[in-house]
């Protein structure tokens, strides 16, 4: 077993002991919102008149990536931040393992979570409504890359919070509301100009957008545009999150 | 050969408390060293800059020849088996799976022979596949020393092992890490238990105030400016003008009648008292030495070190 294979193991098997909470709620909750908007929203929203797709079988992509991105960042920043305010770091920081294997090994456990949490609230969603795969290329780069986003923010929210309290502020006022405002419950189109200015400023959007594209085949923004976006942030992100692992902040005193 | 640890010109600060000032020494391959001190001395601090936990502002740190700070990171600390002072564990996994993984961030795909050996000489066979939540202290202090030995490190870090275990427990953990220390082992102990520290060490070094004050090989450091002590008794003098030993010993006591303590500045100068109180015309009845432990040597030690304001 190699450094990074023992650490991602460890890291799945973490949040898989718990499966119930840690896969199961966030289902259960996603589909709750299915539901409950569904049933609310329904005759209101329009969405994608000419493709003649109603307004419960647009929202399940962006439930389901909204429910990845969620639990890739909670599977880093409460790993992190647990082990460390607990102790129990040091095991990690005292082992050969460089900066890129304990990047790679944190940031594959929590793709690893929010995939099969975006794959149950599809396969559980599809219970009730049947849903199109237009392109799985489009839904695997967006769903991964969406993972190792918030997987990265995961962990510079766990390395660099002191307290519990820190890591539900960064998840309550920065993640949930770029979330919330990425088009997961309408699409952007239908919005002011002015909203869909600031809703193009928000990165989560072209996840959303791409991964929805990969479903119905139609996008807010060219699907170019997504991947570029969604390449360059993940790839900024990545190298943020690998520096500051490589500097010690907060972790090597 | 290399030693297994060597400390150049350390120092240390977080902000503007300067937690280890300028320590510089080496212990070498297969030595029972220990690292002893008051709370706050440096030890801990010194201790997680050589594992890695902490970064120093000069000096340079090496474990088995690899600097613990440049490329030979990596190869530093496959060399080096830290015990964390403070009680840590992960609650998800049993201890089996701690050890496991452990071997695993390691590189070490089959570890299960030695994990069992370790399990077996630190007494948790019966509680491998426990959760570590569910163990005493006791007992996840003996994991912290089975996770630092999983990848069979040559030079291996005590920090405090033994606190809050009880009497059987240590003595069963004393001879697990001496018999490593007779396969080769090099051993680097911090304790408070000095009666520890004095009956395993083969060298111990004493720190204060971030600096080392004292290093020195136990035997030595107890003979160190110790002040023999004889307990004496004498049968009643041959000649009855004789004064009593007291008045004619500047440095003797009188216990009771016909004993006496007699303070010897030096453990080589004993005889030369003793033929006195012969020559006093003193016939010894019996004859007891008390010695300095190594707890007096170092509150002597301490107290004789100067203090920092900062």
């Known amino acids: ?253 | 050969m290399r030693p297994a640890l060597e400390i150049d010109s350390v120092s240390k600060s977080f902000g503007a408390v300067k937690a280890v000032r300028n320590v510089s020494f080496s212990v070498p391959r297969g030595e029972f060293f220990g690292l002893l001190g008051p709370n706050g001395a440096g030890k801990t601090t010194l201790i997680n800059s050589v594992a890695g936990l902490c970064r120093v502002d000069s000096g340079s740190i090496k474990v088995m020849g690899y600097d613990v700070s440049s490329r030979d990171y990596q190869s530093a600390r496959r060399a080096i088996g830290v015990v964390p002072q403070e009680l840590v564990f992960d609650p998800f996994f049993s201890v089996r799976e701690t050890l496991e993984f452990q071997s695993g961030y390691f590189g070490i795909k089959k570890n299960d022979v030695w994990i069992d050996e370790i399990l077996s000489g630190l007494n948790l066979t019966d509680k491998a596949n426990a959760n570590m939540r569910s163990l005493s202290g006791g007992m996840k202090r003996r994991v912290l020393v089975a996770q630092a030995l999983v990848h069979r490190p040559p030079l291996i870090i005590l920090d405090e092992p033994t606190a809050g275990v009880d009497v059987d427990l240590r003595k069963n953990l004393w001879s697990f890490i001496q018999k490593l220390n007779d396969e080769g082992h090099t051993i680097v102990l911090t304790t408070h238990y000095l009666e520890e520290a004095e009956s395993l060490c083969s060298r111990i070094g004493m720190m204060k105030n971030g600096e080392l004050v004292m290093i020195e090989s136990t035997d030595l450091l107890l003979q160190r400016d110790k002040e023999c002590v004889i307990r004496l008794r004498v049968k009643q003098p041959a000649k009855e003008n004789l004064s009593p030993l007291e008045v004619l010993l500047p440095n003797a006591v009188c216990v009771e009648l016909g004993e006496y303590l007699v303070s010897v500045p030096n453990p080589s100068e004993v005889e030369d008292v003793l033929r006195l109180v012969r020559e006093l015309g003193y016939e010894i009845d019996t004859l007891e030495t008390e010695n300095e432990s190594l707890e007096d040597v170092f509150l002597s030690i301490m107290k004789a070190s100067p203090e920092r304001s900062e």
């Open chain 1, 1 to 253: 077993m190699s450094g990074f294979s023992a650490l991602f193991l460890k890291e799945v098997l973490r949040f898989w002991k718990v499966a119930v909470q840690t896969v199961g709620a966030p289902v259960l909750t996603a589909l709750l919102y299915l539901l409950i908007f569904s049933h609310a929203l329904k005759n209101r929203i329009s969405v994608y008149p000419d493709l003649e797709i109603d307004y419960l079988t647009f929202l399940v992509p962006g439930l389901a990536m909204m429910s990845l991105l969620q639990n890739s960042f909670a599977n880093t920043s409460s790993s992190v931040a647990q082990s460390k305010m607990m102790g129990s770091i040091v095991f990690i920081l005292l082992t050969p393992l460089s900066h890129h294997a304990l990047f790679a090994a944190y940031i594959s456990a929590a793709c690893l979570r929010g995939l099969l949490v975006g794959s149950g609230v599809i396969i559980a969603a599809m219970l009730f409504v049947s849903v199109p795969i237009s392109n799985i290329f489009y839904i695997l780069f967006f769903g991964t890359c969406g993972g190792v986003i918030l997987g990265s923010l995961g962990l510079i929210a766990g390395i660099w919070a002191d307290k519990f309290d820190q890591v539900a502020a960064f998840q309550n006022f920065v993640i949930l509301p770029m979330t919330f405002l990425s088009g997961v419950f309408y699409s952007v189109e239908s919005l002011p100009p002015l909203w869909q200015m600031i809703s193009h400023a928000n990165p989560f959007f072209y996840l959303i957008d791409g991964f929805r594209a990969g479903f119905f085949g139609r996008s807010d923004v060219p699907i170019e545009i997504s991947i570029c976006v969604v390449s360059l942030v993940t790839l900024v992100l990545s190298l943020g999150c690998l520096l500051l692992i490589r500097s010690g902040y907060k972790l090597r005193g």
